[in-house]
């Protein structure tokens, strides 16, 4: 992996991107967002994740995120198996999901350390956040990808988005969205 994609300085706020194996589209089930919800929640509570803007896509997720309390990188790691292991467990209880599972079966299949199933693709591709003018920049990214999949007419309107929180509107998933003034460059 290439050393601009690594997480090295844990002081620092990152935009990263975590994608379904052959970008299964999983997440327009409310089901398998809230898992994701879940573990973004049980991670700033318990591990000191800090979220300052996401977007959970159909096939995948977007953060802009810190951490001052654990390593970052063990924190998406956890995030990954955590959902990973509740995704499959969702998945086996309903016969209409056999497609997704067998894909994610496939996926185990090409590498040793998975025996069963592989749900997410390896790396996050972490971009380290160095001011406010790319801190803006990603976060519109962000709150525009509904838009751009044809997802919403309107940032606001995307259930799944900071984009309402940044709007002062409720948030659907209440997920705590940090001050953007916090973010240290």
């Given amino acids: 992996m290439s050393e601009k994609y ?5 002081t620092k706020a990152y935009f990263i991107t975590f994608t379904l194996v052959e970008w299964v589209k999983l997440f ?5 967002t809230i898992i994701v919800i879940d573990s973004i929640k049980f991670c700033q509570k318990e591990k000191g994740l800090e ?16 951490s001052t309390k654990i ?8 995030i990954k198996k955590f959902t990973s292991a509740e995704i499959i467990r969702t998945l086996k209880k ?14 185990a299949q090409l590498i040793r350390r998975n ?9 996050y591709h972490p971009e380290v956040i160095t001011s ?6 990603k976060l519109n990214y962000i709150h525009c990808n509904p838009l751009e999949a044809g997802l919403a ?13 940044y709007a002062g509107i409720d948030a659907i998933l209440n997920i705590i969205i940090e001050s953007q003034q916090q973010v240290k460059y």
Avoid at 28 to 32: I, K, S
Avoid at 51 to 66: A, D, N, Q, T
Avoid at 94 to 107: G, I, Q, W, Y
Avoid at 153 to 165: C, E, G, V
Wanted: glycine fraction near 2%; charged fraction near 25%; charge should be positive.
């Fill in 94 to 107: 309903d016969k209409s999901n056999l497609v997704k599972l067998e894909t994610f079966s496939k996926a």
């Fill in 115 to 123: 025996k069963n199933f592989k749900v997410w693709q390896d790396g």
């Fill in 28 to 32: 327009d089930n409310n089901n398998f």
């Fill in 51 to 66: 979220l300052f803007g996401y977007c959970i896509m159909p096939s995948h997720v977007h953060l802009i995120v810190r």
């Fill in 6 to 10: 690594k997480i090295f300085d844990e």
């Fill in 71 to 78: 390593k970052l990188s063990n924190i998406i790691r956890d």
């Fill in 132 to 137: 406010n003018k790319l801190f803006y920049q």
């Fill in 153 to 165: 007419n309107i940032i606001t309107d995307y259930p799944f988005s900071s984009a309402r929180n």
